[in-house]
């Protein structure tokens, strides 16, 4: 898979809060249960609605219980890349059928 290609992120549209709101996938849903028991102490979750939200690196996370992911307030789509990069290795444990 190409680099620019990863998570398929897109640029959707510039953010309220500054940069671009970049959409990506990771290749598995989440089991909310775990998602909100590692990000209990630093983000928001709903688990009866699959989404939760948290900070990290300056941008807002958006995490949605089939895999799909915004990255708000990010300067381009390389940036969103690596910052999902670094998101995928906290919320790890949670991905169903994860490794």
Do not use: W
Request: hydrophobic share 40%; proline share 3%.
């Amino acid at each position: 898979m190409s680099p620019d290609k990863k998570y398929n992120v897109r640029s959707v549209r510039p953010c309220t809060g500054g940069g671009f709101l970049v959409e990506g996938t990771f290749d598995r849903p989440f089991s909310m249960e775990t998602l909100c028991r590692i990000l209990r102490d630093v983000g928001k979750c709903a688990e009866k609605l699959g989404v939760a939200r948290f900070f990290h690196a300056g941008c807002g996370i958006t995490l949605y219980r089939n895999g799909r992911v915004d990255v708000h307030r990010v300067q381009s789509t390389a940036e969103a890349i690596v910052i999902l990069e670094e998101v995928e290795a906290i919320v790890r444990e949670a991905f169903v059928n994860g490794v």
